[in-house]
């Protein structure tokens, strides 16, 4: 499996880009944790290896385009963490509920759910790109 380190920098952004494959995603996962740790984000680690794990999965499964690499972002916010997965497909997913007995399609409402907000966006170049962004502050006390 090939990691293209593209840009790295101590101002908050690691871009990486991975080959189309499965094993991309513990890989990005491991890269997140490492960010995360130099930024003193630890507190979200959880929910952000959730979100990019799903996002990478679904750009690994969804916007295999030939010959294409997909490339992660990480950026460090005033407020936390903004997840984005790059990739050449043009095909934009879509969030809806899937049955009770669905054995997939809990991706996207699952990111929903841990992300402050997502989206998909143009990017420049083909395809597009699905972002999530992720508070620092800690979940309210719900007892």
Do not use: Y
Not at 44 to 57: G, H, K, M, P, R
Not at 100 to 120: F, I, Q, R, T, Y
């Amino acid at each position: 499996m090939r990691q293209t380190p593209t840009a790295r920098s101590d101002d908050g952004l690691i871009v990486l880009r991975w080959n189309q494959g499965p094993k991309s995603v513990p890989l990005a996962r491991r890269a997140l944790r490492r960010a995360l740790d130099a930024w003193g984000l630890g507190i979200i680690e959880d929910a952000a290896s959730l979100v990019l794990s799903e996002l990478l999965t679904n750009a690994v499964r969804h916007g295999l385009v030939p010959g294409r690499e997909i490339e992660t972002r990480f950026v460090a916010t005033a407020g936390g963490l903004r997840v984005e997965v790059h990739d050449a497909s043009e095909e934009r997913p879509l969030m809806s509920l899937p049955e009770d007995d669905a054995g997939g399609g809990w991706g996207l409402p699952l990111v929903d759910m841990l992300s402050e907000k997502w989206g998909v966006s143009d990017r420049h170049g083909p395809g597009k790109l699905v972002w999530a962004e992720l508070t620092s502050d800690p979940p309210p006390d719900c007892s």
